[in-house]
């Protein structure tokens, strides 16, 4: 099972960016897929999570409105478009599939990417 995160890089306060996470080795469509991040001596925090099926997405209430995520079973990929980044949204980001459930809790997802790192500039 590989999870491969990409995107991230340097951007401005107000800047958008767009993180991908390709997804092999697991019948994509079946897995609930979310997104979380880990800004340094932080513990990691849940962004945003979206149904097999796409039709259910959940965010945490400081991306609400900012980040959508998005997935496409065909490409087995999913997406965070991040909008109106501040300087707080500074971290690693990690994209993570579970089986079975959605949850907000980074305990319960069963693989994880490599990180994709977001610098967000003042």
């Known amino acids: 099972v590989q999870l491969q995160a990409s995107g991230g890089g340097l951007v401005q306060a107000g800047g958008s960016l767009r993180l991908s996470c390709a997804a092999s080795g697991i019948s994509f469509s079946s897995y609930v897929m979310g997104w979380f991040r880990q800004a340094p001596g932080k513990e990691r925090e849940f962004a945003a999570r979206i149904s097999p099926s796409g039709d259910s997405t959940y965010y945490a209430n400081s991306m609400k409105g900012r980040f959508t995520i998005s997935r496409d079973n065909a490409k087995n990929t999913v997406y965070l478009q991040m909008n109106s980044l501040k300087p707080e949204d500074t971290a690693d980001y990690y994209c993570?599939?579970?089986?079975?459930?959605?949850?907000?809790?980074?305990?319960?997802?069963?693989?994880w990417g490599q990180g994709t790192q977001v610098t967000v500039s003042s």
């Open positions: 993570a599939a579970v089986l079975g459930f959605a949850s907000a809790r980074a305990t319960v997802y069963d693989y």
